[in-house]
Structure formats: structure tokens, C-alpha cells
């Protein structure tokens, strides 16, 4: 008898500390509030809202109506969108354990699921320390003379006034760059054969995912394994020759964790595709919106023109290339540079995912939510940039406020390619604008996303060669 008093008595117990325990739970849902912000339709959320107006304008109608946190519904996600820079800080940096990376699971699968980006703790800071490494400003310095031949060639390959399409001839380059800053010198059959083989994984990027045999989705995933074998020849090939190079390959084949197990070859291939991923269109449409800009702002181009022309005299007089302290001194063309990514912002906005519920000024995150932060709002928020619309250079004569200029993001995840990418396109602008007259096709204004945005149409333009004889004859007038 006395048993069963002490048995119910227990189950009572555990019953109300149960109940007790799901109110708190539950108060502490209703102590922070979600934040504003609508919905949408279940499932399709406001998905079509985005995709069906200008992301720019989705984004920054919301950010009118709600403020700088608001929730939304997209892709089948609930989502926190956040456009200010404290909030920024929040989720990348101060509390970024508290936020994962997320990607689809078909660009995952493609590009390869151990690629850092992907990642978060120990395997990510072993990963991020090791391409850190390979793009440090020791490295890359002696990528100048190499980037350098790089530029030239591909500006040559334009000469003759036949339209190209500037973003994907830029893609090109950028592409060449990430491979030098990956293997340094590679024999030009694999190159070849990466190229080929890595624009058919490019294509297959944006499109549908689906394995039905012929769609663009299911022909990637096959040139993405041809490139998983091409990569193993590659790495076999150095594994013999024994070197200790200090390229990313080099890196990634040297490195022991603390039990001194070496990267398998999967998760060296996965990281070299990431790399070139993260690297190729990015940069290309950084310099597409250059090539742009200094078009459209003649007064400008005359002033990175002197600039480098000025560096090209001195080097054409002493007989030597374009040198790594002279494009640390660019000073004009680095604002113009800067300006141009805070413009164009070309990661407008990335992906986190709450591991927790999390509260942030009052309003409940809820775990498994995803997380915006809106770095194109916030470069163009007049609070941070005045005359945020306008293109002028001269506003990096002072920094920016902290944690309001993130064109290569903030954090444990922020962008380790930073360096070689202002380096590549500083050298673009030395040959271009050097060497170089060009007249944009059409008149066609307006953004293309791709899903990094690019002038429309990847602005066609035609380009001609400048005789020195006529670059002379034009410095001295
Ligand atoms: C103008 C050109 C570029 C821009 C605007 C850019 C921007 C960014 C941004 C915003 C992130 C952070 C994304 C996030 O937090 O979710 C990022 C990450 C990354 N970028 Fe770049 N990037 C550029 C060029 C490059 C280049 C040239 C390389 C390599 C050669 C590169 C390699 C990477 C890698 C590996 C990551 C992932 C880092 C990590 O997860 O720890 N990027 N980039
Ligand atoms: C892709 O890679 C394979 C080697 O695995 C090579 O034979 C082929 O020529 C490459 N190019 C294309 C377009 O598939």
C-alpha cells in the first residue's frame, strides 16, 4: 500500500515538474518576442516576393517597415534578417558559436561537403589557418609579376572593338588567379582540363537540382567527380615530387592535426574546389562594376589614369614589371576599389543558422532558424555612407564607422581571399586604364543576379589597345 503511495507520489512529482519545466520553457518564449516582420504564404513565404522584384527593393521596403531586425519567411525557412552593424557583429563575430553556416544541400554536394565554409570549430579554424596561410600578404606578394602576365594577356585577348561580355571574359582571369594562388605553377593540360571541367560544375550551380540524366544540375555532378580524379592525379604527382611549397596545395598536403593525421585527398579536392568556387565570380564582379564605374565617371578615370600611368612611366623608364610595394601605393585606385565593393556589394547579404534560442536586443531567435545579415542595407544606410547612391571614391579618405563597410564579411568566417582579391583588381586597373580605351554596348542600366549581381548582361563593351606612341603623345599634351 505504502509502495504505491510512494509510486504515485513520484509519477506526481515528475508530472508537475514536468508542467513546471515546459512553462518555463515556455516564458521564456513569451519574455522575448519574435520580431516584426510578415510571413508570408506557408512554405512559399515571401520566396516569390523575393525573386520576382529587385532583392534590393524587397529588402529595403522591409527595413522601411520594420526596422534594422525583422522576420520573413523564405525558401521554405523561417528567417531573422538583421541590418545593422551591432546586429552584424552579433551573429559573425561576438556570439558566432551560437550560428552555423548553412547551404543548401545541393550546393554542398557539388562543391564538395568538406570545404571549409561549410564548417564550424576545430575542423573549420584547422581548415581557415591553412588557406589563411596560403593567401597571406607574404604569399600573395609574389603572385604580383604572375597576376601581373595574367592581366596583360587576358586585356590583349580583348584588343580589335569586337563586343565581349566584361564579366565573363573578368571570369576568366579570376579563375587564373585562383589557380595560381592554389598551385602556383600547374602544367597547362590540367589547367585545361580543370577549366573545362570546373565551368560545366559552374553552370550546374544555379540551376534546378535534380538527377534526371541531361539537366544542367546532373551533367555538374558528373564533371564535379572527373575534377575529384584530375585533383587526385595533381596531388599524387606532388605527394612524389616531395615539395614544400607554400601555395594552398603545398598547405593542405603538409598539414598534421595535433594526432598528426594528414587531410585525405577528399577533403584536400572538396577545399581546392571551394577556394576557386568562393574566388572566380566574386572578383569578376568586382571588377565588372570597376570596369563600369570608371566609365560612367570620366573625372574619376582621369585620376587613377594619372596615377598609373604615372607608375608605368617609372617602370617603363628602369626597364621593370609593375612591382608589389607599387600597388600598395595606388592610392587612388585603392578608394576607387573600395568604393566600388561598398557599392556594388556584391555578398549583399549570408546565411547563419541559430544552433540555440537566442535572444538579441528583447526578440527571441528561435533555434533552427536561419539568420540574415544584411550587408548591402548597411552600406547603403545614409546613417553610415552619406549620399549612399553616389559613387565617390574620396568618402574612404576617412575609415568607415566599425562594422559598417563588410564587403568581405566579418568573423570566423570572413573572407580569407580579401587580400589577393584587391591585389588582382588593382593590377586589372593598372593595365586597363594604362593600356587601354573602351566604350560600353548599349545603354542598358540595371543589375543582373547570378546570384552575385552584375551589370546587365555582364556589360558588353568593346576595348582597344592604345599604342604607346599614343599613350606618350597623350601624357605629354
Ligand atoms: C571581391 C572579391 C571577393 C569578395 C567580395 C568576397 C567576399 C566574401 C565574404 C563576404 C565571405 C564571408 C561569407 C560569410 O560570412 O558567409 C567570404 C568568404 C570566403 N572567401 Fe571571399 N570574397 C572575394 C574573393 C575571394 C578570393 C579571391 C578568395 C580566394 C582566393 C576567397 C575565398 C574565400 C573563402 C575560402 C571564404 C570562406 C571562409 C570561411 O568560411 O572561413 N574570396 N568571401
Ligand atoms: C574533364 O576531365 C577529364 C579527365 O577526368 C578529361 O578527359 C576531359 O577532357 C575534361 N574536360 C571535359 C570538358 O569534360
Request: positive net charge.
Amino acid at each position: 500500500m505504502g509502495g504505491i503511495l510512494v509510486y504515485v507520489f513520484l509519477l506526481l512529482l515528475t508530472l508537475v515538474s514536468y508542467i513546471v519545466r515546459r512553462r518555463e520553457k515556455k516564458d521564456a518564449h513569451q519574455t522575448f518576442k519574435l520580431p516584426p516582420g510578415s510571413m508570408g504564404w506557408p512554405y512559399i513565404g515571401e520566396t516569390l516576393q523575393l525573386y520576382s522584384q529587385d532583392p534590393k527593393v524587397f529588402f529595403a521596403s522591409k527595413q522601411k517597415r520594420y526596422g534594422e531586425i525583422f522576420k520573413t519567411h523564405i525558401l521554405g525557412c523561417p528567417c531573422v534578417m538583421l541590418a545593422s552593424p551591432e546586429a552584424a557583429r552579433f551573429v559573425l563575430v561576438t556570439q558566432a558559436h551560437l550560428f552555423k553556416p548553412t547551404y543548401p544541400k545541393s550546393k554542398e554536394h557539388l562543391i564538395g561537403p568538406s570545404a571549409l565554409f561549410f564548417h564550424q570549430g576545430d575542423y573549420h579554424m584547422r581548415l581557415r589557418k591553412l588557406v589563411q596561410g596560403s593567401l597571406s600578404l607574404d604569399v600573395i606578394r609574389n603572385l604580383t609579376p604572375h597576376i601581373s602576365g595574367a592581366a596583360s594577356s587576358t586585356l590583349d585577348s580583348w584588343d580589335g572593338g569586337r563586343v565581349i561580355n566584361t564579366f565573363q571574359e573578368l571570369k576568366k582571369f579570376s579563375f587564373e588567379v585562383g589557380i595560381l594562388a592554389i598551385f602556383g605553377h600547374l602544367e597547362s593540360h590540367y589547367r585545361e582540363e580543370l577549366k573545362k571541367n570546373y565551368s560545366i560544375v559552374d553552370k550546374g550551380y544555379n540551376s534546378f537540382p535534380t538527377n534526371i540524366p541531361g539537366f544542367p544540375y546532373r551533367k555538374a555532378m558528373e564533371a564535379r567527380k572527373r575534377l575529384s580524379k584530375i585533383l587526385g592525379q595533381i596531388i599524387c604527382e606532388r605527394k612524389e615530387k616531395r615539395l614544400l611549397e607554400r601555395d594552398l596545395l603545398g598547405c593542405l598536403l603538409n598539414s598534421k592535426d595535433e594526432k598528426g593525421e594528414v587531410l585525405t585527398d577528399d577533403q584536400i579536392a572538396d577545399n581546392i574546389i571551394g577556394v576557386l568556387f568562393a574566388a572566380q565570380d566574386t572578383t569578376a564582379s568586382a571588377m565588372t562594376w570597376i570596369v563600369k564605374y570608371l566609365h560612367d565617371h570620366p573625372k574619376l578615370l582621369e585620376d587613377v589614369k594619372a596615377e598609373q600611368e604615372a607608375i608605368l612611366k617609372l617602370n617603363d623608364e628602369e626597364n621593370r614589371p609593375l612591382s608589389w610595394s607599387q600597388t600598395r601605393s595606388m592610392t587612388h585606385s585603392q578608394k576607387v576599389v573600395l568604393e566600388s565593393l561598398r557599392m556594388a556589394s556584391i555578398i549583399s547579404f549570408t546565411f547563419r543558422e541559430a544552433v540555440a534560442d537566442v535572444e538579441y536586443k528583447g526578440y527571441l531567435i528561435p533555434k533552427g532558424w536561419k539568420v540574415m545579415p544584411l550587408f548591402r542595407n548597411i552600406h547603403h544606410s545614409p546613417e553610415y555612407f552619406s549620399d549612399p547612391q553616389k559613387f565617390d571614391p574620396s568618402r574612404f579618405e576617412v575609415a568607415p564607422k566599425p562594422n559598417t563597410f563588410m564587403p568581405f564579411g566579418s568573423g570566423v568566417h570572413a573572407c580569407p581571399g580579401n587580400e589577393l582579391a584587391k591585389l588582382e583588381m588593382l593590377i586589372m586597373i593598372h593595365h586597363l586604364v594604362t593600356k587601354f580605351r573602351w566604350e560600353v554596348v548599349g545603354s542598358q542600366t540595371g543589375t543582373q543576379y547570378g546570384p552575385f549581381p552584375v551589370p546587365m548582361h555582364g556589360l558588353p563593351a568593346r576595348f582597344w589597345k592604345e599604342s604607346s606612341t599614343a599613350r606618350v603623345a597623350a601624357l605629354s599634351n
